[in-house]
């Protein structure tokens, strides 16, 4: 191998095909086979695309393997400790941390996005009211589109730019009245003189006859929780919104197939995973027969929040979370409550058991996460959405930086066939 070039040998026919090696600012090579086909009339084969570079990106960068991971080149543990969620979001949108006018304009302009046209409240009660709060928020993200269609050109840059602002503003207000509606209590409008995440617990928990005023510990929280989980690279999920930009869609309907796509339990459903395999473990004095279980790979019982597809070594959102959610716990929830009292039990277990630090099997970010949501009161079923809040912002970055590559190409992954060869139709009597 050249230092500028790859070289792939076809053994079949003796033929060699040498393509250019793509360099980024810091992590691994990647060989340009995209005239492979019409080159050598071959495809390559990766199911899950865990070799595949499928764009060129900016925002985030991850090492698996020394458990790295930054924002437009800002380490995550400094900007989870210092900024504010829309101090991140302002940086992944735009690619630079903001100065104090441009985060005062920014966040202006996101708190006069926060409420929703009217009309589309009416859209809430057309969902039966034990409807799961992602099965509303994918339908009513969707049909944005139809209510701010004065901006929905994606080729104009300033209207890609008033919808990213439009996502990040009304996707907790959205996500807030999916909650209402499951438990038959009226929308709460946003209010301008709250912080992002403290409006969003309001419009959560206030009602028309009881305000709401988050304590501190509970926003402090929920900004950490959004600022790590506000974007990871080329997850499904982002991947799904970059496939679905690629071919013109409009913003709305990219995000709400994102949204699709993170409701899966093993991407933003692990957090609920997490929580019931606390339920089924029941008590704390389970839980190291449960762990003596988790090692016999012939066990269907699987440990759950610990451990990731991508970090080999301890989750650096994990690490940063730890310490937070023990706040939360001695602050906000009930510290006689036995389900956290069983979550810190396994975790101290699997952080000093041989089995599980040898395999690298740390609680990762979604361990943490679960039970912070569930200290802060917010039921289960609302987990991924408060993951889906949280995540927009990264996908509307990366919905934003494909849309203006003048190179986006819409996506057509290929495939090896494996049915049946050419066969004839045969009259429905001769079959």
Known sequence: MANDTVTINNNATGEQ???????????????????????????????????????????????????ILRYRGYPIEQLATKASFLEVAYLLLYGELPKEPELDDFEGVITRHTMLNENLKDFFQGFHHDAHPMAILVGVVGSLSAFYHDSLSVHDERHREISAHRLIAKVPTIAAAAYKHSIGEPIMYPRNDLRYCANFLRMMFATPCDDYEPELIAEKALNLLFILHADHEQNASTSTV?????????????????????????????????????????????????????????????????????????????????????????EVADVNNPLFELAMELEEIALNDDYFVERKLYPNVDFYSGIIYRALGIPRNMFTVMFAVARTVGWV???????????????RPRQIYCGPDQRDYLPISQR
Not at 37 to 49: L, M, Q, V
Not at 247 to 261: E, L
């Open 17 to 67: 095909f040498e393509f250019p090696l793509r360099r980024g600012t810091v992590g691994p090579a990647a060989a340009d086979i995209s005239s492979l086909y019409k080159e050598a009339g071959i495809f390559t084969y990766d199911p899950g695309f865990m070799s595949t570079a499928s764009c060129n990106s900016a925002i985030t960068y991850i090492d698996g393997e020394q458990g």
């Open 242 to 330: 970059r496939l679905a930009g690629s071919s013109g869609a409009n913003p709305f309907a990219c995000v709400a197939a994102g949204i699709a796509s993170l409701w899966g339990p093993a991407h933003g459903g692990a957090n609920e995973a997490v929580l019931d395999m606390l339920l089924e473990i029941g008590d704390v004095k389970e839980v190291r027969r449960f762990m003596e279980k988790a090692k016999d790979k012939d066990d269907p019982f699987r440990l759950m929040g610990f451990g990731h597809r991508v970090y080999k070594n301890y989750d650096p959102r994990a690490k940063i979370i730890r310490e937070v959610c023990h706040q939360v716990l001695e």
């Open 397 to 411: 970055s990366h919905w934003m930086e494909m849309m203006s590559d003048p190179g986006n190409r819409i996506g």
